[in-house]
C-alpha cells in the first residue's frame, strides 16, 4: 500500500479537496479580445513584533522592520478568461491561505487553476504558516486576498513585452570537499548558477511602463537578524522604481533552492567584507535591478512577438512524488502548475526547487519562452537536481523527495505548457481534475 503525505504540513485530505473544487467555468467571449492587465499591491510590513520565518535558531520576536514588506497581484484579461499572479514578501504560506487568495480570485471572476501565488522566501518575514503570529494573520489575510479586486477594479487596456537578462548575484551554496561530497554551506563557485533574469513589462497602449514583472534564482538570506525586511528584492525594486516613477516593480522568485547571495568571506565561508548586512542588501538588490535595466536597453520583444491576440490559460495540478528514504511504499502530494500569457510560459512548483530542475526545464522547452519558478503555492521543503543526491548535505537530507522527483516534475511541466501551446483558447481552466 501506498501511503500519500503532504509536504512539510499535515492537512486533512478533505482541506485539499476543497481547493480542487474552487475550478469553475466562467462567462466567456468567443475569441480574445484586447489585452487588459490590473495592477495592486499593498505593504504588508507588521505594525508589531511577530514570529519570523526562515531560520529554525532564531526563536524570539521580531525586533523592528529595516525595510517594508508587500504583496504586489496582476491581473490578465482577454474577454475570454483571466489569469492571475500573485507575489508576496514572505517565506511561504499555507493551504489555508492558499485556499483563501484562490477563493478571492474566483469571486472577480478569475478560475482558481489561473492563480499563480509566489513567495519571495525572504527570511525575514512573518512566519504564516501555524498559529504563531494570530493577531497578525487575519491582516496579512485580508491584505493579500483583497489585492485581487483591487487589480480587476484597475484593468486598463494594455501591450506587453518580454526579454531576459543576466546577473551574477547568486552562488551555489553546497561546497564540496576533495572527495566530491558536501563540505557546509559555503561557497560553491565550481558549480553553475541560473543568471537568467526573465522580465515581463506592462505598458499603456502610449508606450509607457505600468509594471515591470523580473525574477532571478537566488534565497533571500543576505542577513538575518531579528528585523523584517524583503532582503535583496526589495531594493532591485526600489532600483527599477526610481528608473520608472510611474511603474509597479513586482519579483518572482525563480529555482534558487541551492544558490545564497554572493557575500563571501576570505576564509572560504559566507560573510562581509567592507559592508554591514544591511548595506550588503543595499547592494546585492542594486546590482539585480541594474541587471533588469540593462536587460531593458535593447527593446524586448512584444508578448506575443507575433503581434496577435494574447491568449489566457492555466493548470494547476497536485501531484505525487516518491518519498526519499520510502520511495517504494510512500509518496508526497505536491501542487504544480503553469500559466500562459499570450507566448510566455510560466511553471512554478511548491518547495525550493534546485537552480538545475529551473534550467532543465527550459532545455528541454528550448523553442517556447519558459519562466521556471518555485517557491509557487503554498509550502516549503527542498527538490533539488538528482546528481546532487549522492554528494549528501543540507538540502538532500532535509527534503522528504527522492531524486526521481527532478525527472517528475520537468516531466510536468513539459506536458502542462505543451497542452496550454497546443490549445489555442481558453473558456476557462483546462478540463480535469486538479488532484491526479
Given at each position: 500500500?501506498?501511503?500519500?503525505?503532504?509536504?512539510?504540513?499535515?492537512?486533512?485530505?478533505?482541506?485539499?479537496?476543497?481547493?480542487?473544487?474552487?475550478?469553475?467555468?466562467?462567462?466567456?467571449?468567443?475569441?480574445?479580445?484586447?489585452?487588459?492587465?490590473?495592477l495592486?499591491?499593498?505593504?504588508?510590513?507588521?505594525?508589531?513584533?511577530?514570529?519570523?520565518?526562515?531560520?529554525?535558531?532564531?526563536?524570539?520576536?521580531s525586533?523592528?522592520?529595516?525595510?517594508?514588506?508587500?504583496?504586489?497581484?496582476?491581473?490578465?484579461?482577454?474577454?475570454?478568461?483571466?489569469?492571475?499572479?500573485?507575489?508576496?514578501?514572505?517565506?511561504?504560506i499555507?493551504?489555508?491561505?492558499?485556499?483563501?487568495?484562490?477563493?478571492?480570485?474566483?469571486?472577480?471572476?478569475?478560475?482558481?487553476?489561473?492563480?499563480?501565488i509566489?513567495?519571495?522566501?525572504?527570511?525575514?518575514?512573518?512566519?504564516?504558516?501555524?498559529?504563531?503570529?494570530?493577531?497578525?494573520?487575519?491582516?496579512?489575510?485580508q491584505?493579500v486576498?483583497?489585492?485581487?479586486?483591487?487589480?480587476?477594479?484597475?484593468l486598463?487596456?494594455?501591450a506587453?513585452?518580454y526579454?531576459?537578462?543576466?546577473?551574477?548575484?547568486?552562488?551555489?551554496?553546497?561546497?564540496?570537499?576533495?572527495?566530491?561530497?558536501?563540505?557546509?554551506?559555503?561557497?560553491?563557485?565550481?558549480?553553475?548558477?541560473?543568471?537568467?533574469?526573465?522580465?515581463?513589462?506592462?505598458?499603456?497602449?502610449?508606450?509607457?511602463?505600468?509594471?515591470?514583472?523580473?525574477?532571478?534564482?537566488?534565497?533571500?538570506?543576505?542577513?538575518?537578524?531579528?528585523?523584517?525586511?524583503?532582503?535583496?528584492p526589495?531594493?532591485?525594486?526600489?532600483?527599477?522604481?526610481?528608473?520608472?516613477?510611474?511603474?509597479?516593480?513586482?519579483?518572482?522568485?525563480?529555482?534558487?533552492?541551492?544558490?545564497?547571495?554572493?557575500?563571501?568571506?576570505?576564509?572560504?565561508?559566507?560573510?562581509?567584507?567592507?559592508?554591514?548586512?544591511?548595506?550588503?542588501?543595499?547592494?546585492?538588490?542594486?546590482?539585480?535591478?541594474?541587471?533588469?535595466?540593462?536587460?531593458?536597453?535593447?527593446?524586448?520583444?512584444?508578448?506575443?512577438?507575433?503581434?496577435?491576440?494574447?491568449?489566457?490559460?492555466?493548470?494547476?495540478?497536485?501531484?505525487?512524488?516518491?518519498?526519499?528514504?520510502?520511495?517504494?511504499?510512500?509518496?508526497?502530494?505536491?501542487?504544480?502548475?503553469?500559466?500562459?500569457?499570450?507566448?510566455?510560459?510560466f511553471?512554478?512548483?511548491?518547495?525550493?526547487?534546485?537552480?538545475?530542475?529551473?534550467?532543465?526545464?527550459?532545455?528541454?522547452?528550448?523553442?517556447?519562452?519558459?519562466?521556471p519558478?518555485?517557491?509557487?503555492?503554498?509550502?516549503?521543503?527542498?527538490?533539488?537536481?538528482?546528481?546532487?543526491?549522492?554528494?549528501?548535505?543540507?538540502?538532500?537530507?532535509?527534503?522528504?523527495?527522492?531524486?526521481?522527483?527532478?525527472?517528475?516534475?520537468v516531466?510536468?511541466?513539459?506536458?502542462?505548457?505543451?497542452?496550454?501551446?497546443?490549445?489555442?483558447?481558453?473558456?476557462?481552466?483546462?478540463?480535469?481534475?486538479?488532484?491526479?
Amino acid at each position: 500500500m501506498i501511503v500519500r503525505y503532504p509536504l512539510t504540513l499535515t492537512v486533512i485530505a478533505g482541506a485539499v479537496c476543497a481547493a480542487a473544487q474552487l475550478a469553475g467555468a466562467q462567462p466567456v467571449a468567443e475569441a480574445p479580445g484586447p489585452l487588459k492587465v490590473g495592477l495592486a499591491t499593498v505593504d504588508i510590513t507588521p505594525e508589531g513584533p511577530v514570529y519570523m520565518a526562515g531560520f529554525r535558531a532564531r526563536t524570539e520576536p521580531s525586533e523592528g522592520v529595516y525595510a517594508p514588506i508587500f504583496a504586489s497581484c496582476v491581473v490578465f484579461d482577454n474577454s475570454v478568461t483571466r489569469v492571475a499572479i500573485v507575489a508576496i514578501d514572505v517565506c511561504k504560506i499555507g493551504i489555508p491561505q492558499m485556499e483563501k487568495i484562490r477563493a478571492a480570485a474566483e469571486a472577480v471572476g478569475i478560475p482558481p487553476q489561473h492563480v499563480m501565488i509566489n513567495s519571495s522566501h525572504t527570511h525575514c518575514g512573518p512566519t504564516i504558516i501555524g498559529d504563531s503570529n494570530p493577531d497578525y494573520l487575519p491582516v496579512f489575510e485580508q491584505k493579500v486576498c483583497g489585492l485581487l479586486a483591487s487589480a480587476v477594479a484597475d484593468l486598463q487596456e494594455a501591450a506587453l513585452d518580454y526579454t531576459v537578462g543576466s546577473c551574477l548575484v547568486g552562488v551555489n551554496r553546497r561546497q564540496l570537499d576533495a572527495e566530491g561530497r558536501y563540505a557546509g554551506m559555503r561557497p560553491e563557485p565550481r558549480k553553475p548558477i541560473d543568471p537568467d533574469v526573465p522580465v515581463l513589462r506592462v505598458l499603456t497602449p502610449e508606450g509607457d511602463v505600468r509594471a515591470v514583472i523580473f525574477g532571478y534564482a537566488c534565497h533571500p538570506t543576505t542577513m538575518g537578524g531579528q528585523e523584517v525586511g524583503p532582503d535583496y528584492p526589495g531594493p532591485a525594486r526600489e532600483w527599477i522604481a526610481a528608473a520608472y516613477p510611474e511603474c509597479l516593480p513586482i519579483f518572482l522568485q525563480g529555482c534558487g533552492g541551492d544558490i545564497k547571495p554572493r557575500y563571501c568571506a576570505p576564509d572560504g565561508r559566507f560573510g562581509y567584507v567592507l559592508l554591514e548586512p544591511k548595506e550588503m542588501v543595499r547592494e546585492l538588490g542594486h546590482e539585480l535591478g541594474r541587471a533588469v535595466l540593462t536587460a531593458l536597453a535593447v527593446p524586448p520583444q512584444p508578448v506575443p512577438a507575433d503581434g496577435g491576440p494574447v491568449v489566457l490559460g492555466g493548470i494547476t495540478r497536485l501531484v505525487e512524488v516518491p518519498d526519499r528514504t520510502e520511495p517504494e511504499s510512500k509518496v508526497h502530494e505536491i501542487y504544480n502548475g503553469a500559466w500562459r500569457i499570450g507566448d510566455l510560459y510560466f511553471f512554478g512548483s511548491q518547495c525550493e526547487l534546485g537552480s538545475q530542475i529551473g534550467l532543465h526545464i527550459k532545455r528541454e522547452l528550448s523553442d517556447l519562452r519558459v519562466w521556471p519558478c518555485g517557491y509557487t503555492h503554498w509550502g516549503g521543503g527542498y527538490i533539488i537536481d538528482a546528481a546532487q543526491y549522492p554528494e549528501g548535505g543540507y538540502e538532500v537530507t532535509s527534503s522528504a523527495c527522492a531524486p526521481e522527483t527532478e525527472a517528475i516534475l520537468v516531466g510536468n511541466a513539459v506536458r502542462f505548457i505543451t497542452e496550454l501551446h497546443q490549445t489555442p483558447v481558453h473558456e476557462g481552466p483546462i478540463p480535469g481534475p486538479e488532484r491526479e
